[in-house]
T-cell receptor, first 114, second 115 residues
Framework: DQQVKQNSPSLSVQEGRISILNCDYT??????FLWYKKYPAEGPTFLISISSIKDKNEDGRFTVFLNKSAKHLSLHIVPSQPGDSAVYFCAASGNTGTASKLTFGTGTRLQVTL | DTGVSQDPRHKITKRGQNVTFRCDPISEHNRLYWYRQTLGQGPEFLTYFQNEAQLEKSRLLSDRFSAERPKGSFSTLEIQRTEQGDSAMYLCASTRTGTISNEQFFGPGTRLTVL
């Protein structure tokens, strides 16, 4: 039962353009959604989060949008930079048994080209 | 650097051997988690400690797996009688009670290869 889904395994974007990474979820009890970035041979690094009572959260070049009715969220990176090339994981937490565990999607590999 | 540390970073073992991994969380964090990540998948929750108490174990955690956090600081994850299916990246994360978004800080992971 994949409660958090990232249907695009990879994405290629030119430097300076917008990167949009998508995530869908099935469990309406999630109360926070988080995005993590992972480089090879490193652990995931927190990027940005959003509460389920919000529809947008912005932090510098990163903006996360949440559409609760569609159970969909997206991460926008503007402008994209070569250093953004990594695997991005969408994660959710909330009242799912263990209140604090994270449920992750399968990740989207972003490549930012010159 | 006061981030989450894990030891060893890599472990190669033969099927049937026991292995133990260590995680040192960020010092003021009372919550500690273990996750497992296999190729092409996101991290999957294994178990969770609040201070020294193990509050939940995933059904992924078979009887061959045991985790401890004896003094509420570092934690160990032991796998007995390893199987090839145990090959994965084992990630440790920590956070503090009351962190609003439940942001967790991850260590670099221990990559286990079972031959």
């Amino acid at each position: 039962d994949q409660q958090v889904k990232q249907n695009s395994p990879s994405l290629s974007v030119q430097e300076g353009r917008i990167s949009i990474l998508n995530c869908d979820y099935t469990n309406s009890m999630f109360d926070y959604f988080l995005w993590y970035k992972k480089y090879p041979a490193e652990g995931p690094t927190f990027l940005i989060s959003i509460s389920s009572i919000k529809d947008k959260n912005e932090d510098g070049r990163f903006t996360v949008f949440l559409n609760k009715s569609a159970k969909h969220l997206s991460l926008h990176i503007v402008p994209s930079q070569p250093g953004d090339s990594a695997v991005y994981f969408c994660a959710a937490s909330g009242n799912t048994g263990t209140a604090s565990k994270l449920t992750f999607g399968t990740g989207t590999r972003l490549q930012v080209t010159l | 650097d006061t981030g989450v540390s894990q030891d060893p970073r890599h472990k190669i073992t033969k099927r049937g051997q026991n292995v133990t991994f260590r995680c040192d969380p960020i010092s003021e964090h009372n919550r500690l988690y273990w996750y497992r990540q296999t190729l092409g998948q996101g991290p999957e929750f294994l178990t969770y400690f609040q201070n020294e108490a193990q509050l939940e174990k995933s059904r992924l955690l078979s009887d061959r797996f045991s985790a401890e956090r004896p003094k509420g600081s570092f934690s160990t994850l032991e796998i007995q009688r390893t199987e090839q299916g145990d090959s994965a990246m084992y990630l440790c994360a920590s956070t503090r009670t009351g962190t609003i978004s439940n942001e967790q800080f991850f260590g670099p992971g221990t990559r286990l290869t079972v031959l």
